[in-house]
């Protein structure tokens, strides 16, 4: 039984972004990189069905400055192959040619179960599972919280709002898109990260790029004009809280 | 004797006659000088720990309690190194225990013990023990070793802004990168005076104290990235070694004859630790640098107030400085110093050292009070109006604690470095 | 859906109803569908039970109905495959969905397999000549992209983007029904389910007291239990605070949550994602304590404190209860 798993590092949305003078992408000098936060919720959900019974977890990261560093955490995590997928430069490649990207590396892995975070916040063109799936010709589900392997199926717990959640049923394989893991995704000690690394245990597969995706024309990238705005009440706590506390009497509230 | 076989599996009463000063003593005398040790149960667990390299002390406990006595965790729920001995060799693994994490490497145990049963190094060894061997670690505490190792600082905040504190000073701070020629007092700020809002207020009071005794400091700036000293006693030595690392070199570009620091974490880290890693410094802490010139700081305006001062472990037990606070607080005039029943070497944890700082909703789950809330009642039984700290962890935590404990308005928590700055005539509050 | 300018509008049925976000979509389909060119809004609705839904969908100029029983309730296999033969074969201008967990599933599945550029996290549609101009959200909303389909394209649209009123219209589309033999979805619904109640129901809640990461965990709860208590609310959260399992899934306000509207709704240590905003925005009266100056949460809020949460709320509880 093997699981893949694809990660995709991602700008650290706790900094402030700006967009690149050119506006066609973000100012990319002054970010930090991190784990999109799906894809480790994808690795832990991944890592619980090894702990399980499933036999092999391989992680895969398309070729970046930050592959490096995500995929050796996986290892460190418990991950048992880590594979970077190479082919393109990351400034040339398209949204959408990375999905191929994946699917060209996965084919001749021939993972029984496909897992990747159900979105990341620069998706503008399409989220990794279903692209994915449909690339692979196989069936795929997304904000999935509940996955259950038994023998060659699989039972998977969709969300949907408002509390509402489908039962699937399936035969492997499918690509799932996984919204969160039943635990917080582990933690890995800093010195196994380091071990990994010293391990050489991160293998390269190069494959062919195709030519196009098809794409939408990014005319600009910008950020919110903040249209409407509180109205904010300063001054020290106290002061803040008691003006907030006359307001909300006024309206009618807190009075008992 | 015993020595080659310290922990004999075979239980036997050794008696050696022996002559000393002439005087005759019969063999069952010696056996005073014998350790008394049963091992005739299953040692294995005990053993694994001891195996641990820095845990092998723990092996030394005859349970004689007094550490029990004086561990601050006790006092607020069922805690000791003996408890931790005990629970071992009764064959409980304390790596799935959660006994593991409520350890804040405070060292009042390691003061009293007989033995020298030294949790400062056994608890840390275990923690990274467990962590390397994937064991849960409380995910507040993962939470605060990834935000280190992104952003260089345990709450999250982006590294750019670590310097940011410095607009706010009302005098102007060097930072190194801008301005590398050498200088006298490389200022090491840490993370908590950087971006913590009450921590932001005390460096920039120490910035004026400084400035007014012209002592010619720096500061690193963004460049600047935790010394871990806490998290490397919660577990993660990997961590502090690349941190360590990255700040070697970072010290390595400038020029300085001594390091000042507002962190007694930091002290620990630069004075204990950094030089097993090929890095010594001449380092001070704030407290230490002022004392000696406190009468230079023109201390003219009066408190009239009832100060008492909190000993930070890692300043005190673990460094050996409790007089220059207390030079500092009692030169300010008007001040009537009172001081806490346990003081100094016994002085009692606000709960933040060995991690604790990020495990608080952890903790929550296995003590009555937080350690911050006892020790904040104390400071009003002892009938003061102020307490004074001089560690960056210590004033959040007591804040809190202040109002969890509904003494808002009866006790304020302020860093030395306030009250100094507080009392001399140019002081704008 | 004939020629090459049908905007095909994807309808969401849950539960046997079509879904509020169906409405956005076709509103915002419809504010588009004038300035382009044979600009005809079809409905594509699923489901031979589902029949009796189609004269819901007026504000469509036509509906197609797939009338197939494995469409009767939504899961991702068949009606990918069902959607996919359907727009293979009509070759629709633009493709709009609602970005739910069903247009998590189906936007980009059906782009990719249609072979169609794809513009995820639309919040407004407009025409430039005959292109399709959509403008998107990403990296948690702060930063905007405007995007253009020169030619035939998928569009997913964020919830709260366009009001439903104005894709809500009862009227009698022309309805074109088709049959065709159904494929065994390799993903089979086994039930859908809907999580233990027992717990409050934050949708017919006055007054609620929203927490978010900023709470800082889950001992800190009870500050935002007594703000509640003092105002006579109900404590619900963003996402992040129910999937760590700090409190149920149940009171979890946002796109995967539930949609609220409460008189008042105090939003603490929320810092403002879209995918919260989408369900609590039509509150009547919004305030917001975040220690960040910049959440966006604050361009929502009525009123709002830049502080630290476990120290205003407190205060803010101890003001109310002494008036």
Not at chain 1, 217 to 231: D, F, G, I, V
Not at chain 2, 22 to 49: C, K, N, Y
Not at chain 3, 13 to 33: D, H, I, N, P, W
Not at chain 3, 168 to 182: D, L, Y
Request: proline residues 6%; glycine residues 10%.
């Amino acid at each position: 039984m093997r699981i893949a798993v694809l990660l995709k590092p991602v700008p650290d949305i706790v900094e402030q972004l700006e967009v690149a003078p050119d506006g066609r992408d973000l100012a990319r000098d002054e970010l930090t990189y991190r784990l999109n936060e799906f894809d480790d919720y994808a690795l832990e959900e991944a890592l619980r069905l090894k702990a399980a019974g499933a036999a092999e977890v391989v992680a895969l990261a398309l070729d970046s400055d930050e592959a490096d560093s995500v995929l050796y955490t996986a290892i460190a995590k418990g991950a048992d192959r880590a594979i970077k997928v190479t082919g393109a430069p990351e400034d040339a490649r398209d949204p959408r040619a990375g999905a191929l990207m994946f699917a060209a590396a996965l084919r001749p892995l021939q993972a029984d179960l496909v897992l990747a975070g159900v979105q990341a916040p620069d998706d503008l063109e399409g989220q990794t599972p279903p692209l994915v799936g449909a690339a692979l010709g196989l069936p795929h589900a997304s904000v999935v919280t509940g996955i259950e392997l038994s023998g060659t199926s699989v039972t998977v717990t969709q969300e949907f709002s408002g509390g509402l959640v489908a039962k699937l049923q399936g035969d492997l394989p499918v690509v799932l898109g996984v919204q969160a893991s039943r635990e917080p995704p582990r933690y890995a000690a800093v010195s196994r990260v380091r071990a990994a690394m010293a391990s050489g245990k991160l293998e390269t597969v190069a494959v062919d790029v195709p030519l196009s995706a098809p794409r939408v024309e990014l005319r600009r990238l910008y950020k919110p004009e903040t249209t409407s705005h509180a109205e904010m009440l300063d001054g020290a706590t106290n002061d803040a809280a008691a003006k907030l506390a006359g307001i909300l009497r006024e309206r009618g509230f807190g009075g008992r | 004797m015993g020595a080659q076989d310290p922990y004999g599996r075979i239980p036997r009463i050794i008696e050696k006659d022996a002559v000393i000063d002439g005087v005759e003593l019969p063999g069952q005398w010696s056996r005073m000088f014998e350790q008394r040790v049963i091992w005739s149960h299953d040692t294995e667990g005990l053993d694994a720990i001891r195996a641990i390299p820095g845990a092998e002390s723990l092996g030394n406990c005859y349970q004689c309690g007094k550490c029990t006595a004086v561990c601050p965790v006790d006092i607020v729920g069922d805690y000791s190194p003996r408890k931790i001995y005990r629970q071992i060799q009764i064959g409980i693994d304390l790596m799935d225990s959660p006994d593991l994490w409520l350890c804040t490497t405070c060292a009042n145990c390691l003061r009293v013990c007989p033995k020298d049963v030294n949790m400062v190094e056994i608890m840390p060894a275990v923690r990274e023990r467990a962590i390397a061997l994937g064991k849960n670690v409380p995910p507040e505490l993962a939470k605060a070793f990834e935000n280190t190792l992104r952003h260089g600082n345990p709450m999250g905040e982006p590294a750019r802004k670590r310097a940011d504190w410095v607009a706010g000073a009302g005098v102007p701070v060097r930072i190194l990168a801008k301005d590398p020629r050498p200088v006298d007092v490389l200022w090491w700020v840490e993370c908590y005076p950087s971006y913590d809002p009450r921590g932001k207020q005390a460096a920039q009071a120490l910035a004026r104290l400084l400035t007014a005794l012209g002592v010619d400091f720096a500061i690193l700036g963004v460049e600047e990235k935790c010394s871990c000293d806490s998290q490397r006693l919660a577990g993660e030595r990997g961590l502090f070694e690349m941190l360590a690392e990255q700040n070697i070199k970072t010290l390595g570009k400038y020029s300085f004859q001594r390091m000042l620091v507002t962190d007694p974490h930091a002290l620990n880290a630069f004075k204990l630790h950094y030089p097993k890693l090929g890095a010594t410094y001449d380092v001070i802490h704030y407290t230490k640098l002022l004392a000696p010139r406190v009468q230079e700081l023109g201390l003219a305006r009066p408190l009239e107030v009832k100060v008492t001062f909190h000993d930070p472990c890692y300043l005190g037990r673990h460094n050996g400085e409790y007089s220059a606070p207390r030079t500092l607080i009692q030169a300010i005039p008007g001040v009537e110093y009172v001081e806490m029943g346990r003081s100094k070497e016994n002085s009692y944890c606000c709960g933040g050292g060995g991690g604790g700082m990020w495990l608080d909703s952890f903790t929550a789950d296995h003590v009555t009070e937080r350690l911050s809330e006892r020790r904040v009642r104390e400071a009003v039984e002892a009938g003061a109006e102020i307490l004074a700290i001089s560690c960056p962890y210590e004033v959040s935590r007591f804040e809190d604690a202040v109002k969890t404990t509904g003494n808002a308005g009866k006790l304020i928590v302020r860093d030395i470095a306030e009250l100094l700055d507080a009392a001399r005539p140019a002081a704008v509050n | 859906m004939a020629g090459s300018g049908s905007i095909a509008v994807v309808t969401e049925v849950l539960e046997g109803q079509l879904t509020e976000q169906t409405f956005e979509a076709l509103a915002a389909a419809r504010s588009v569908a004038h300035a382009l060119p044979g600009g005809e809004v079809v409905a594509v609705l699923g489901g031979a039970a589902n029949a009796g839904l189609a004269v819901q969908l007026g504000a469509a100029d036509r509906v197609l109905h797939l009338a197939d029983p494995a469409l009767d309730r939504y899961s991702p296999d068949a009606y990918e495959a069902a959607l996919r033969a359907a727009f293979a074969e009509r070759a629709p201008r633009l493709i709009v969905v609602p970005n739910t967990t069903v247009g998590m599933d189906l936007a980009a599945g059906l782009a990719a397999l249609l072979g169609l550029p794809l513009a995820a996290y639309c919040v407004g549609l407009a025409a430039d000549g005959d292109a399709v101009i959509a403008t998107c959200q990403i990296y948690g909303g702060k930063i905007l992209a405007e995007v253009a389909l020169a030619g035939p394209g998928v569009v997913s649209i964020i919830p709260g983007s366009y009001p439903a009123a104005d894709g809500r219209t009862e009227g009698t589309p022309q309805i074109e029904t088709v049959t065709r033999a159904p494929a065994a979805p390799r993903l089979r619904l086994v039930d859908y389910s809907v999580a233990e109640s027992g717990d409050v129901d934050i949708t017919k809640q006055a007054i609620l007291v929203s927490v978010g990461r900023g709470i800082g965990g889950p001992e800190n709860l009870e500050v935002a239990e007594a703000l509640a208590s003092a105002l006579g609310g109900v404590v619900s959260a963003s996402r992040p605070v129910t999937d760590a399992g700090w409190l149920p899934k149940t009171r979890q306000v946002g796109k995967s949550g539930v949609t609220v509207k409460p008189k008042l709704y105090i939003a603490l240590g929320i810092s403002g994602a879209p995918e919260h905003l989408q369900g609590m925005k039509d509150s009547e009266l919004i305030v917001a304590i975040n220690s960040d100056p910049g959440a966006p949460i604050f361009n929502v809020a009525h009123y709002g404190i830049v502080g630290d949460v476990l120290e205003v709320a407190p205060a803010l509880t101890e003001k109310l209860a002494a008036g």
